[in-house]
Structure formats: C-alpha cells, structure tokens
C-alpha cells in the first residue's frame, strides 16, 4: 500500500493516435497530434494497481512545453484525471482499467500553444515522465481558428506535398512544380526551430504568440526574408546569384530548409518572390494552418499603398525605371492562410493574403500581412495587417512618362495598362489554374469595383493629409490627364512564342485628328527581368510617316531570333514597345505588350503499369528546336517515393533539330499518385521544368 508510484512502460500508441490526427505522413516513430482532439495512451504499472491506491488518488497529469516551462505563462499545466473535466481545457479521462494498466485518453484545448510538449505523471512527491509529443494547428476542429469545413480543401491545403506555381504574363500563364514536402520528418523540427530564432530575435517569450495562426504566420513571413535579420533566404538581385543558387534552381523547400539548419541558420542563397511563398506554404501547411500558394499578373510593387505607379520610358520606348522605384511586376507570388479573424470583425474571417516578399512601407516590417482578403476587395484598407499595400498593388493605376533628352517628363497617351490580373492558384485536387481575381475585385468597371477604388480613396486622401505622402512627386490619388483625341496606336503580338522563332508585330496607326499629321514611330523589344527590371534592349525600327485625316497605317515587322537569342534574360520575358510621336503637337503615343519566349519541350513518359518496390524505368526526351546545339545539358531529377533526394545527368551537347533521350530507373517506395520532375539547364536555358504524375500500385 504504501510502495511509490513505478511504471513499467507508457504506450503512446502513435499509429493508431497519428493516423486519427492526420499526422502519419509526418511520423510513424513520434507521437504528432493536433490541438481540439483527444488523444490516447496505456500506462503500464510495475505492480497491480491496488498496490498503490493512496497515490492514484493524488495523481494528475502535467503537459509543458518551451525551454523554461511556467504556469504563469501557459506553458505548463497539471489537470486531473476525470470524465467531470472541462472538454475546453486540458483534461484527461480514464478510458479503460485493467489490474496493472490504464488507457487514459487526453484532450488538448483548441487554442493551447502549438509546440514540442512533455507529458508527466505526478503521484505524491515524484513525477514520471510518460513520453513527448508535438502539438499542431487543426483545421479538423471546429473550435480551432484554421478550421476548415471542406476535406477536400483540407486535403489539397494541408496534406498536399506537391504543389504548382504559375509564373509567366497575364495571357500566357505557365506551371512549374514544387515538392513542399512539408511532412518529410526533420521538417516539423525545423519549422519549430525557426519560430524558436524569431522569438530570440523578436524578445517575445509571450506564449499567446503560439496559440495565435495570425501571429504565427507574421513570426514566419518575417523570418522567411534576411532583410528583417537573419533569415531563411536572401532576396536575390536581378541575375546576380555568384555564391548561391539561382531561384530558378529550386525544386522544392526541403533542401533549402535543410540547408538552413545545416549552416546554422545562416541565410540561405539565394529566392525570390515564388520561392518565399513557396516555403512558406510549406511551413504553414507543417504546422497546420491550411496555405495556398497565389499568383498575380500586373503587379504594382513598392507602391508604398500610393494608388499611381508610374513607369518611365524614353523616346525610343526603353524601360527606365530604376531599382528602388515602385514599379509594375510581369508577375508576383504570395500566399493566402485560412482563419478565422478573431481580432477582427467575422466578415474578415476566411483566407488571409500573405506575403513574405521585401516591400518598402512607410512604417513597420517589410513582409504584408496577413490581411484579409475580403477587406482587400472591399477597399477597406485601414483593416489590419497591410490591407492598404495589397489593394494599392491590384488595383494602381498606371501611368505612362516619356522621359526627354532634357531629362523634362512628358505624359504618354495610349492603351490603359491594367493592374491586378488573372491572379491564379492550384485548384483543389486537379493540377488545373484556377483563377480567383473575383476574390480580390470586383469586375472592372462595375459599380462595386467604383464604390471600393471611391472607399480607398477616400482613406488614403486622409493619410496624405496627415503625413509625408503629401511631398512626393505626384499625388497617390489617381489623376485623368486631358488626353486629345488625335491619333491611335494598337500594337498587337502573340502571347507567347517558341524559343528561336522571329517575333512577329502588328502595329496600326490610326489619325482621327481631323487634318493631316506627320508622325514619328518607334518599335522595340526589351528583355525583362519578371519584377520589372530591364534587362537590355534588344531591337528598335524608326518609320516616319504622314496621315491624312482619318487614315490608317498597318505595318507588319519581326523581331529577329538572332537579336534576342543572347539577351533574353532568365524570365524569358521580352516587353515590345510602340511610341508615336505628333511632329506638330509633340504629343507622344505609346503601346506595348509583354510576350513570353517558351523553352522547347521536356517530356517525361513511364510505363502503363507500375507497382511499388517494383523496379520500373521513366524516359526523359528533350528536343533541340534551334539551328545550334544546346551546350552542357545537365538534368536533375526528383521525385518523393519514386526516387530517393535529387539524381544529376550530364547529358552534353544536344545537336540542332534533334532529340536526346535519358532513361530513369528507379524503384517506387510508396503506393498511391506520385510525380517525378525533372529540370533541364544548359548555356542557353536555366529554368526548363517538366513533371508528370503516375499513380503506384500498392504491392
């Protein structure tokens, strides 16, 4: 009766508590479960439990987590084992009593700080240590703030480890894959390792901040960009990428965060927009807040929540905007979180917009968010976090500068150039694009869309009253130049074109004036860097012609391949310019299109049939589309369950208009939808991606 407490073994059961709590693709060795759901455990005693009767009725159980556990912070707390316990705390109850055992089933509360947690079992003076477990976000409870109703969603933004990324411009939209890999085992450490530096950073031992998905996601949004301290990644300059790895380079997050861990958290080299978003998504989705990756064309960067970006050219339509300028994104990637908003009011609540991307803002982190997405639609910009910056970079409008030889700016009179389009995700459970621009605006030209730009505005005009916007430039507020309606210009080129092929353009001129006119027209052709850097200029044509009055001129001009071949730039992204100018008024004119130059295929093809363990072979076929070899090919492969980390191929040289084929064995180590990716580098081309999907027979 009176011999202390011993216990012979805990049983965590981890199968049976991992696969209830969706966590078995993370672990099947620790035990992983989520807040809001009981979990369940055998303790086994030395003795029959008749032995130790006064103990057990002084026994209760405690949870703690964090390097200094504290009552007064909420991270350790001792609860009773009972049926009578509260169902919101932490309570225990006893499932099952043999003569030398217990099955006790546990249950978290759905807002406990998500952590690393040990559980103990205290009887009289001594406590035992009954295991360690990790607690996560659960979008499968009601009362927890990322519930999320749909399993099809939560299949797709939880479970998911492989992803899509678009990229491209806005009427030639293009895929690359992602392993997110964010239940690969180490990941999860890694990911608490992470929100451990932010709080050193930050000084925040507040354990609130775990409990909180908004605060979370802020914590890893600031930890994902070294420009906040030292960070996952460093933002890479436009081409520079010398000690690093190209972002172009990256298949997935897991070696990054790998790296990261490795090096000792020493910033990894080098992401941009689509690989901060990226890894976040993985991140997140590890903890089990539900994450997207979203895509949008027309972006207004660095607006500062001014609505006006300006972009400056010169007579002869060359791109000069500098660096640290706002100006306009072929594409931007960020990420949306789903939650409930319980620091706001219940319409905000649902998917956040949150971007891990440098900006620079007048005050406070240089992340966004996460701001809601419905506030971002309605114009509601004074909403909490950075609502403000995501409406003015959808919804700016942009205008047109031609810069003179006296460095003197003139207005530019052509085609609105709208801001904010096709914004695009991976559809749920399809590899399909779906766009989802009706979340974040109304349709152009609608009332609704009239009644949010009028809210904005209005917001905004209080802010320029009241701080420094009201020195800059030009005002933030939108302003209609007095526009003659003299001459017209339309330039029209196809969306998108095979790499070595010439360019061709259309440009029609058109004189409404009313008299005769002599005019002045330049075409170009600019590379690009996807943020809006140029590159160089590639080629420009001068015509002078005379109009009469309601007069047309069409002229058909290409752009030749050998002009751009060795200028393209890593986008892959050529901006074609027509600037007309009025020789009486002086008036200037100008169109302009933005093209993608598409890498020749990779494909990959497997056999009809494939069963796991079974050794299979995949072929790889790369076709050389140009009169000159493509030189130094190398391809990586990766796959997770098809192929163990990444494979390298040195294929050489590729001869002109011909096909180099690789074969691929390997042997399937998990069952179900698997994709194997490969990417392709050479002299000429440093991001050509290509995936394929089979599905595994279980053995």
């Given at each position: 009766m009176g011999q202390d407490l011993s216990i012979k073994k805990c049983d965590l059961k981890i199968p049976m508590n991992n696969n209830n709590h969706h966590t078995e693709e993370i672990s099947t060795e620790r035990l992983m479960v989520r807040r809001g759901q009981p979990f369940t455990l055998t303790v086994s005693f030395s003795a029959p439990i008749h032995n130790y009767l006064q103990l057990l009725k002084r026994t209760f159980l405690i949870v703690q987590t964090g390097s200094h556990p504290s009552k007064a912070y909420g991270t350790q707390t001792e609860f009773s084992i009972s049926s009578l316990g509260d169902k919101k705390q932490w309570n225990a109850a006893l499932e099952e009593q043999e003569p030398c055992s217990w099955t006790i089933s546990v249950n978290t509360p759905a807002n406990a700080p998500i952590g690393q947690y040990t559980l103990l079992l205290h009887a009289s003076k001594s406590s035992c240590l009954l295991g360690n477990f990790t607690l996560l976000f659960n979008p499968w409870c009601q009362d927890d703030e990322v519930f999320l109703a749909n399993e099809a969603q939560r299949q797709e933004y939880i479970l998911n480890q492989e992803g899509v990324i678009y990229w491209g411009t806005e009427n030639a939209v293009l895929a690359q894959p992602w392993d997110f890999s964010q239940f690969e085992e180490d990941i999860v450490d890694i990911c608490f390792t992470l929100l451990d530096a932010g709080e050193r950073?930050?000084?925040?031992?507040?354990?609130?901040?775990?409990?909180?998905?908004?605060?979370?996601?802020?914590?890893?949004?600031?930890?994902?960009?070294?420009?906040?301290?030292?960070?996952?990644?460093?933002?890479?300059?436009?081409?520079?990428?010398?000690?690093?790895?190209?972002?172009?380079?990256?298949?997935?997050?897991?070696?990054?965060?790998?790296?990261?861990?490795?090096?000792?958290?020493?910033?990894?080299?080098?992401?941009?927009?689509?690989?901060?978003?990226?890894?976040?998504?993985?991140?997140?989705?590890?903890?089990?807040?539900?994450?997207?990756?979203?895509?949008?064309?027309?972006?207004?960067?660095?607006?500062?929540?001014?609505?006006?970006?300006?972009?400056?050219?010169?007579?002869?339509?060359?791109?000069?905007?500098?660096?640290?300028?706002?100006?306009?994104?072929?594409?931007?990637?960020?990420?949306?979180?789903?939650?409930?908003?319980?620091?706001?009011?219940?319409?905000?609540?649902?998917?956040?917009?949150?971007?891990?991307?440098?900006?620079?803002?007048?005050?406070?982190?240089?992340?966004?968010?996460?701001?809601?997405?419905?506030?971002?639609?309605?114009?509601?910009?004074?909403?909490?976090?950075?609502?403000?910056?995501?409406?003015?970079?959808?919804?700016?409008?942009?205008?047109?500068?031609?810069?003179?030889?006296?460095?003197?700016?003139?207005?530019?009179?052509?085609?609105?150039?709208?801001?904010?389009?096709?914004?695009?995700?991976?559809?749920?459970?399809?590899?399909?694009?779906?766009?989802?621009?009706?979340?974040?605006?109304?349709?152009?030209?609608?009332?609704?869309?009239?009644?949010?730009?009028?809210?904005?505005?209005?917001?905004?005009?209080?802010?320029?009253?009241?701080?420094?916007?009201?020195?800059?430039?030009?005002?933030?507020?939108?302003?209609?130049?007095?526009?003659?309606?003299?001459?017209?210009?339309?330039?029209?080129?196809?969306?998108?074109?095979?790499?070595?092929?010439d360019i061709p353009l259309s440009i029609e001129v058109c004189n409404y004036s009313g008299g005769e006119k002599a005019t002045h027209l330049v075409v170009g052709a600019q590379s690009l860097h996807y943020n809006g850097v140029p590159v160089t200029q590639v080629w420009k044509e001068e015509f002078h012609f005379i109009l009469k009055n309601n007069e047309a001129n069409n002229l058909q001009v290409f752009v030749p391949y050998s002009r751009y071949r060795r200028e393209l730039g890593q986008s892959h992204l050529l901006r074609l310019t027509a600037t007309l100018r009025d020789e009486d008024s002086f008036h200037i004119y100008f169109a302009q299109e933005e093209i993608s130059i598409c890498d020749p295929p990779l494909t990959i093809e497997f056999p009809e049939n494939m069963v796991q363990y079974q050794p299979s072979t995949a072929k790889i076929s790369l076709l050389n589309p140009l009169t000159e070899p493509l030189e130094k090919c190398v391809i990586v492969v990766a796959g997770r369950g098809l192929i163990y980390r990444q494979r390298k191929y040195r294929l050489g040289s590729v001869q002109p208009k011909s096909i180099q084929q690789l074969q691929i064995p390997f042997t399937p180590t998990q069952p179900g939808p698997r994709r194997l990716t490969a990417h392709l580098t050479c002299l000429q081309l440093q991001n050509l991606k290509s995936y394929k999907t089979i599905n595994i027979a279980a053995f």
């Amino acid at each position: 009766m009176g011999q202390d407490l011993s216990i012979k073994k805990c049983d965590l059961k981890i199968p049976m508590n991992n696969n209830n709590h969706h966590t078995e693709e993370i672990s099947t060795e620790r035990l992983m479960v989520r807040r809001g759901q009981p979990f369940t455990l055998t303790v086994s005693f030395s003795a029959p439990i008749h032995n130790y009767l006064q103990l057990l009725k002084r026994t209760f159980l405690i949870v703690q987590t964090g390097s200094h556990p504290s009552k007064a912070y909420g991270t350790q707390t001792e609860f009773s084992i009972s049926s009578l316990g509260d169902k919101k705390q932490w309570n225990a109850a006893l499932e099952e009593q043999e003569p030398c055992s217990w099955t006790i089933s546990v249950n978290t509360p759905a807002n406990a700080p998500i952590g690393q947690y040990t559980l103990l079992l205290h009887a009289s003076k001594s406590s035992c240590l009954l295991g360690n477990f990790t607690l996560l976000f659960n979008p499968w409870c009601q009362d927890d703030e990322v519930f999320l109703a749909n399993e099809a969603q939560r299949q797709e933004y939880i479970l998911n480890q492989e992803g899509v990324i678009y990229w491209g411009t806005e009427n030639a939209v293009l895929a690359q894959p992602w392993d997110f890999s964010q239940f690969e085992e180490d990941i999860v450490d890694i990911c608490f390792t992470l929100l451990d530096a932010g709080e050193r950073h930050q000084g925040d031992k507040d354990p609130a901040q775990r409990q909180s998905p908004v605060s979370i996601c802020r914590a890893v949004a600031a930890l994902l960009n070294c420009d906040e301290f030292r960070g996952i990644l460093t933002e890479c300059g436009t081409g520079q990428h010398y000690n690093g790895a190209a972002p172009s380079k990256w298949l997935g997050s897991s070696p990054i965060l790998r790296q990261w861990i490795a090096s000792r958290c020493k910033p990894v080299r080098y992401g941009q927009c689509w690989v901060f978003a990226a890894v976040m998504c993985s991140v997140l989705r590890c903890l089990g807040i539900p994450t997207r990756v979203v895509t949008g064309f027309t972006w207004a960067h660095n607006t500062n929540s001014c609505l006006t970006v300006d972009e400056y050219y010169d007579e002869d339509g060359t791109l000069i905007t500098q660096d640290k300028n706002a100006r306009v994104w072929t594409f931007h990637v960020w990420n949306e979180c789903w939650m409930a908003r319980a620091d706001l009011l219940p319409k905000y609540s649902g998917w956040q917009a949150l971007d891990a991307t440098c900006q620079e803002k007048s005050k406070g982190p240089s992340f966004c968010g996460p701001a809601p997405v419905q506030a971002i639609k309605e114009g509601d910009t004074e909403v909490d976090y950075d609502v403000c910056s995501f409406f003015a970079a959808i919804n700016a409008k942009c205008r047109v500068w031609i810069q003179k030889a006296d460095d003197t700016l003139k207005p530019a009179f052509g085609p609105t150039k709208y801001i904010g389009n096709n914004i695009s995700t991976k559809s749920v459970g399809s590899e399909r694009c779906e766009d989802i621009t009706h979340n974040y605006k109304y349709p152009e030209g609608s009332l609704q869309e009239k009644e949010a730009l009028d809210k904005a505005n209005r917001k905004i005009k209080n802010l320029e009253t009241t701080s420094s916007f009201s020195e800059t430039q030009f005002s933030c507020i939108p302003t209609a130049f007095e526009e003659p309606v003299n001459l017209f210009i339309h330039l029209q080129a196809k969306n998108s074109l095979p790499l070595g092929q010439d360019i061709p353009l259309s440009i029609e001129v058109c004189n409404y004036s009313g008299g005769e006119k002599a005019t002045h027209l330049v075409v170009g052709a600019q590379s690009l860097h996807y943020n809006g850097v140029p590159v160089t200029q590639v080629w420009k044509e001068e015509f002078h012609f005379i109009l009469k009055n309601n007069e047309a001129n069409n002229l058909q001009v290409f752009v030749p391949y050998s002009r751009y071949r060795r200028e393209l730039g890593q986008s892959h992204l050529l901006r074609l310019t027509a600037t007309l100018r009025d020789e009486d008024s002086f008036h200037i004119y100008f169109a302009q299109e933005e093209i993608s130059i598409c890498d020749p295929p990779l494909t990959i093809e497997f056999p009809e049939n494939m069963v796991q363990y079974q050794p299979s072979t995949a072929k790889i076929s790369l076709l050389n589309p140009l009169t000159e070899p493509l030189e130094k090919c190398v391809i990586v492969v990766a796959g997770r369950g098809l192929i163990y980390r990444q494979r390298k191929y040195r294929l050489g040289s590729v001869q002109p208009k011909s096909i180099q084929q690789l074969q691929i064995p390997f042997t399937p180590t998990q069952p179900g939808p698997r994709r194997l990716t490969a990417h392709l580098t050479c002299l000429q081309l440093q991001n050509l991606k290509s995936y394929k999907t089979i599905n595994i027979a279980a053995f």
